[in-house]
């Protein structure tokens, strides 16, 4: 065989091994950042104010003149520390656990925030509990099903996401509350986050743990006479999990349980390729499956850099016409909320401030404006408190068909 022969036979080997050096160099430089990251995201949070402990919940002798009052149920994966106490650490339990909280808001709470209270609570200035109960499930089906004014109840669940602890997923539920002035029942589904910013990969096995534990419990809410929709918000990887119960209840034909939902995902931390393969099972819901979305959302970024660079589906881009597109398609809202203000270095909690503009937005949504009646990619105008579409959608030209 001629040299130029050789050559060209060389010239593939050596470009594999070119290839497979930098694939070890990429390894490499994301093994040096994982840990990075995770310290990042460390010291960030160890520079703000230290987080809560199981104290936090503890009963004080009265709320304060003024104050709001948010009555929180839980249906939690945790483990009971003891049967008769709402203590919960991040052991994984066999069955679900249920407790309710009364939480005073104090009256000069600013929406939005949590007013955290300190080793002595005080309520004129902090959220504090003023009453509890363990309950059975028998008590807590009870509770929930409860007539409020002589009507049946709204009911709202919310699914935390990674690094929140028990007490943290209690407290942002009775904010959200108080902050959207809605009467209704808040249920938090408390799985068993570590609470801990290196926990990533066992929060992520704990979420798993409790997809059928939520699926159960949402398919008991939708069974419920007189409730209309059942709204669940997941968060973050709660978002992850939210979708994983979805999937769950189609693929066991609890159509009638999902027809009840009225479903929103805020910043979901999920590859975009697995969203996608969880929406074909899933199937388009009705009224549209609502996505809150940023594309400078920091968590999510790490999050990325975690997982090989694939995309998450809580950074997606509203302006490329290829998402308003699989938007429609899809039978998604996908709302960018890029101009909320937060308080969150990794403004990755933007969400939490859309209760305390809900009423506006209700209204809106009453006398017709708003612009969420239909799927499609829109952005939130924080300052009118609107949404709008900033989209002409032209069909297969805009898909790049």
């Known amino acids: 065989m001629a040299n130029a022969d050789f050559r060209r036979v060389g010239r593939p080997v050596a470009q594999a091994r070119e290839a497979l050096r930098r694939r070890i160099a990429a390894a490499a ?3 040096c950042l994982w840990p990075l990251a995770f310290v990042a995201l460390s010291l960030a949070l160890a520079g703000c104010a230290s987080r809560p402990g199981p104290e936090a919940l503890n009963d004080v002798a009265a709320a304060a003149p003024g104050a709001k009052i948010a009555t929180i149920y839980v249906a939690t994966t945790r483990e009971r520390v003891s ?7 991040a052991g994984r339990a066999a069955e679900m656990s249920y407790a309710e909280f009364v939480i005073s808001i104090p009256p000069n709470h600013k929406p939005g925030n949590i007013e955290w209270p300190g080793p002595t609570p005080d309520p004129s200035s902090a959220f504090v509990v003023v009453s ?12 929930i099903s409860r007539e409020r004014d002589g009507r049946p109840p709204n009911v709202g669940v919310f699914v935390h996401g990674y690094n929140v602890n028990f007490q943290e997923a209690v407290f942002q539920m009775a904010q959200m509350t108080a902050d959207a002035n809605v009467d209704g029942v808040p249920i938090v589904f408390a799985w068993p986050s570590e609470g801990r910013p290196a926990g990533y ?48 209840l189609r693929l066991t034909h609890q159509d009638a349980t999902i027809r009840r939902l009225r479903v929103v995902l805020a910043a979901p931390d999920i590859d975009v ?15 549209p499956m609502t996505v809150l979305v940023a594309r400078d959302d920091g968590a999510l970024s790490l999050s990325r850099l975690v997982a090989d660079e694939h995309d998450r589906v809580g950074a997606a881009d509203v302006r490329d016409p290829r998402i308003a597109e699989a938007a429609r398609k899809a039978n998604l809202q996908v709302v960018d909320i890029s101009s909320l203000e937060t308080t969150d270095m990794f403004k990755h909690d933007r969400f939490v401030q859309l209760a305390a503009v809900y009423p ?7 006398s017709g404006q708003g612009g969420l009646r239909q799927a499609g990619a829109f952005v939130f105008n924080a300052v009118g408190a609107t949404v709008s579409t900033p989209f002409t959608f032209v069909g297969s030209v805009v898909a790049g068909e």
Do not use: C, Y
């Not at 049967?83 to 650490?89: E, T």
């Not at 509890?132 to 509770?143: G, H, K, N, P, S």
């Not at 939520?214 to 918000?233: C, D, N, Y």
């Open 132 to 143: 509890q109960r363990v309950l059975d499930r028998q008590a807590f089906e009870a509770e």
């Open 201 to 248: 990969v066992a929060d992520k096995d704990a979420a798993t743990f409790s997809r059928d534990q939520l699926a159960a419990l949402l398919t008991t809410l939708a069974r419920k006479p007189g409730f209309g929709q059942v709204h669940v918000i997941g968060h973050s990887m709660g978002g992850w999990l939210t979708m994983e119960a979805l999937r769950q």
């Open 360 to 366: 506006k937005l209700s209204a809106e949504a009453a």
């Open 83 to 89: 049967p008769d106490v709402n203590v919960f650490n």
């Open 29 to 31: 430089r994301r093994a």
């Open 273 to 287: 390729d697995v969203f996608r393969e969880q929406l074909a099972v899933i199937g388009p819901l009705s009224p």
